[in-house]
């Protein structure tokens, strides 16, 4: 292993102290395991392809009483948000 060292923040640092003692499990060890799932999904790291690949996956799902919300958004928004 390489030896390392960052800088959390008080808020992280108590968060990862509680879930070690719930745990039963070091402080590094869920480091680890978080970097680790972090390589591995690219979560947090900017992927068009995936982010397209998402927004692609939800088109046509949901339904709405109004079939030209897609050309209208504006204008039912407008009316939704008016005083």
Not at 12 to 19: G, I, K, S, Y
Not at 42 to 49: D, E, L, M, V
């Amino acid at each position: 292993m390489v030896r390392t060292q960052i800088q959390l923040t008080e808020d992280q640092a108590q968060m990862l102290r509680e879930l070690s003692l719930a745990g039963n499990e070091s402080v590094a060890a869920l480091i680890r395991k978080a970097i680790d799932r972090f390589l591995v999904t690219g979560t947090g790291i900017p992927n068009r392809a995936a982010q397209y690949r998402q927004a692609l996956s939800l088109a046509g799902k949901y339904e709405t009483a109004q079939p030209d919300i897609a050309v209208e958004h504006d204008r039912y928004l407008d009316e939704a948000f008016r005083p």
